[in-house]
């Protein structure tokens, strides 16, 4: 999902370089405060696991693949902020190394899988993981928050893309999230697995991050779960909203009036709206919601099948030093 | 008597509990050098970093290791790392830098070194390792060899009077062991190396630590205790070829 | 692919591109992309410019082209599937001319510029830009652990295929679940214990 140079005019580029500085500065500014010192180098380590992982294709039907972008398992492991700098220095380097992603689009690069995704699927993963305690809530949450990431990341994509006027809305939503909502099962499927895999071998990464509590969300959560929201206001309530009639001209005059549904974007995806609901926004969020039942159902049941019964793991781990 | 290095009763218990080091006792004297010894889980890389204060975690100052008879307190940490040069096991943990100038500036940095110190000293700790004009190479796309010579230059370049080394010939080809021994020959400071080569160490080291179950269960020259078959295999080693055969020198 | 391109020997050729300040190159490449981000499409002029400029930088860096050429050919499905559907759309403010006019040109000029620099230099040059530390330590740290990590996780599959009899798909999520876990932990043992060659060479 990483957008190229060319493909976001300079308006979107810049509202979203803008967010994602200010989250990217809200990060440092956290990871500085509570990093102790001998995790520094694990910022580093951990950016260059994210990009060998995301060298991971898992297949998705059709014979396409998708690949993990790994960003809520680093924030379950490691919080939200470390998660946010480390995603950042692995698209720094995709964009100039690998030609993977715009130097002009790295903001909203940035902003979709780094706060939108990382972030937001970091409030859904500690949502969860209150509701549910233990190590099950915590896959689950894993689980479900990896997949609402990439969802929330292609639905910012889908903004950013409609703002730039190069995709219509009315046909990029429906494709990106469409896709990613599949896509997103990999991702959850494999954060789950890896962090009950990292949990089992190490359970002292986790000791640190696990609150005491596990019910109230600490102040930093929310403020990346703001900006989130802020973002999806400005890039994609221009086109999810349907204006109310005075607005319309105003909508005209800054550029987001709707534009006209093509033919190709019917038929490219069809079976998203269901049949008999003639509000097409209806339609869309009913689909959408459905969707995203069924996948916390699939979660829930991940959660289940991996953690059977409740075991005092850290006896099982070897607990030698690394060295 | 006050050595380069003095250990008593130095005791460590890992995160669950179980003890790494039982109480290990020894001396070693300025200008030694001596091959620390014993089998895989013994201990010995754990009792290595205690030698320039990484572990314990928690230093209590207590006198268990004392460097050129000063123990290892929280407030002489810097001077006891300026002393004690350690060389790890994997090269590509101690080479964190971009390049290889980079790399070996970065103790003489830490010690708050002018420039023209630096450059100085960089240029002469690649000279002794013999990887002059090196300077810019890309950290990654050194050779195994070449990359513990770097990490020996990078440690040389604080100029430590004491040398530790964990496993430094593991993955060295024959020429690399070589060429490491004689380099090693070469360099003044007090040598502590833990390892499994036995050879190397016969043609190395004049004295022998073995250390098994967290305890020295022997400590004396090397040939004494490299010929001591029983003691060898007992504690999971065993007698080198090298004096198995009798040589004309 | 990925380590190939990692191994790039071309950072440290001689040419009169390659001998260019580290710092000039990045700003001028951010110039050159800004540029061609935002100037409108009508002005045709400046993405010829473009095209001139970077056929003039590519040879006096004597880089081949085809190997440059080689590394823009690597598009992902996402970027296929934008421009498809843009190309379908029934009215567009952008042509898919357009977009790959634009990504296309500012591709070439950050190829050009990753394989006429070593990162080491770029990564100067954003030191002095007053990029936040902690963020140019991480880009290091990550650049110099990739190569290992890459070599790791290729040990980690190679050796789990090796023991993989099983084609069923339910082993497959497992194997990579465990593998991705693995390698998480291997790289936080390797960080603290750089953590710890860091403090014996005098890191405060």
């Known amino acids: 999902m990483h957008i190229p140079d060319g493909f976001l005019d300079g308006r979107t580029a810049a509202t979203a370089a803008a967010l994602s500085a200010l989250g990217l500065g809200l990060a440092l500014r956290q990871v500085r405060r509570e990093l102790p010192p001998q995790r520094v180098p694990l910022l580093g380590l951990a950016a260059a696991f994210l990009f060998a992982a995301q060298m991971v294709n898992f297949p998705v039907a ?3 693949s998708g690949h993990v972008v790994g960003g809520v398992l680093v924030a379950a492991l490691l919080g939200p902020s470390a998660a946010i700098v480390v995603l950042t220095a692995v698209l720094i380097i995709q964009c100039f190394l690998f030609a993977d992603g715009g130097v002009s689009a790295l903001g909203a690069n940035l902003f979709n899988m780094g706060i939108l995704g990382a972030g937001g699927g970091y409030l859904v993963y500690r949502l969860v993981s209150s509701r549910l305690r233990g190590l099950r809530g915590q896959v689950t949450g894993v689980a479900f928050g990896g997949w609402a990431s990439t969802v929330l990341a292609a639905i910012g994509c889908a903004g950013e893309l409609a703002w730039s006027h190069t995709i219509a809305w009315s046909a990029g939503f429906p494709i990106m999230a469409g896709v990613h909502m599949v896509i997103g099962i990999g991702e959850g499927l494999i954060g789950a697995l890896a962090f009950l895999a990292i949990v ?8 640190e991050r696990t609150p005491a509590s596990g019910g109230t969300l600490p102040g930093g959560v929310l403020r990346y779960g703001l900006l989130a929201a802020l973002g999806l206001a400005v890039f994609v309530a221009p086109f999810a909203c349907p204006w109310p009639d005075g607005f319309e001209s105003v909508a ?6 709707r534009q006209p549904t093509p033919v190709a974007g019917h038929a490219l995806a069809p079976d998203y709206r269901l049949p008999g609901i003639k509000s097409a926004v209806g339609a869309t969020a009913l689909a959408g919601a459905l969707g995203t039942v069924v996948v916390l159902g699939l979660a829930l049941l991940l959660g289940r099948l991996l953690v059977r019964k409740r075991r005092d793991l850290t006896k099982e781990s070897t607990k030698e030093p690394p060295w | 008597m006050s050595g380069a290095i003095q250990v008593e009763g130095l005791r460590y218990r890992y995160h669950d509990g179980t003890e790494a080091l039982r109480g290990v006792n020894f001396t070693i004297a300025p200008g030694e050098c001596v091959g620390l010894l014993g089998p895989n889980g013994s201990g010995k890389s754990t009792l290595l970093l205690h030698l320039n204060g990484i572990l314990p975690e928690k230093l209590l100052g207590d006198g268990a290791v004392r460097i050129a008879g000063q123990a290892i307190t929280e407030g002489n940490l810097e001077s006891v790392r300026r002393q004690v040069g350690l060389l790890f096991q994997d090269p590509d943990d101690q080479l964190f830098c971009p390049t290889v100038e980079e790399d070996v500036a970065f103790g003489p940095q830490q010690l708050g070194l002018s420039g023209k110190e630096i450059e100085a000293r960089v240029d002469h700790s690649l000279g002794l390792v013999g990887l002059s004009g090196y300077g810019q190479r890309a950290t990654h796309h050194l050779s195994h060899g070449e990359k513990r010579r770097v990490c020996l230059a990078g440690v040389l370049a604080c100029e430590p009077t004491v040398l530790v080394l964990d496993e430094p010939t593991s ?10 021994k004689t380099l090693l020959q070469g360099i003044p400071a007090t040598k502590l190396i833990a390892t499994h080569d036995l050879e190397w160490v016969v043609e190395l080291c004049t004295r022998v630590i073995v250390l098994d179950g967290g305890v020295v269960v022997a400590d004396g020259p090397t040939t004494d205790i490299l010929n001591d078959e029983a003691l060898m295999l007992a504690h999971g080693l065993e007698k080198p070829h090298i004096l198995r055969h009798h040589h004309p020198h | 692919m990925v380590k190939d391109w990692l191994g790039h020997h071309h950072g440290f050729q001689n040419s009169p591109v390659h001998r260019l300040p580290a710092a000039v190159k990045l700003w001028a490449a951010l110039a050159m992309i800004a540029g061609t981000v935002l100037v409108p499409w009508e002005w045709r002029a400046w993405f010829i410019a473009m095209v001139v400029l ?13 190997f440059l050429l080689r590394r823009l050919l690597l598009l992902s499905p996402f970027v296929l599937g934008v421009v498809l559907v843009n190309a379908l759309q029934a009215s567009v403010h952008k042509s898919w001319a357009e977009l ?5 040109l500012c591709l070439f000029t950050v190829v050009l510029l990753a394989n006429t620099t070593p990162f080491g230099k770029i990564l100067t040059a954003l030191r002095s830009a007053r990029v936040p530390t902690l963020l140019v ?5 990550m650049h110099r652990y990739l190569f290992v990590l890459l070599d790791e996780s290729e040990r980690m599959r190679r050796a789990r295929a090796s023991r993989t009899f099983q084609r069923r798909r339910r082993m497959r999520w497992h194997v990579l679940g465990t593998v991705v876990g693995q390698l998480f932990v291997r790289a936080s043992e390797r960080a603290e214990r750089i953590y710890a060659a860091m403090c014996a060479r005098g890191w405060k």
Request: glycine fraction near 12%.
């Open chain 1, 252 to 257: 005209a005059k800054l550029g987001f009036d």
């Open chain 1, 62 to 64: 059709g014979g396409t």
């Open chain 3, 137 to 141: 330590t991480t880009l290091a740290l």
């Open chain 1, 200 to 207: 089992r071998m190490r359970p002292e990464i986790l000791a």
């Open chain 2, 171 to 180: 993955d060295l080809d024959p020429r690399g062991r070589r060429e490491f």
């Open chain 3, 54 to 66: 970077l056929s003039l930088a590519t040879v006096l860096s004597r880089i081949g082209l085809w």
């Open chain 3, 100 to 104: 790959a006019a634009r990504s296309g």
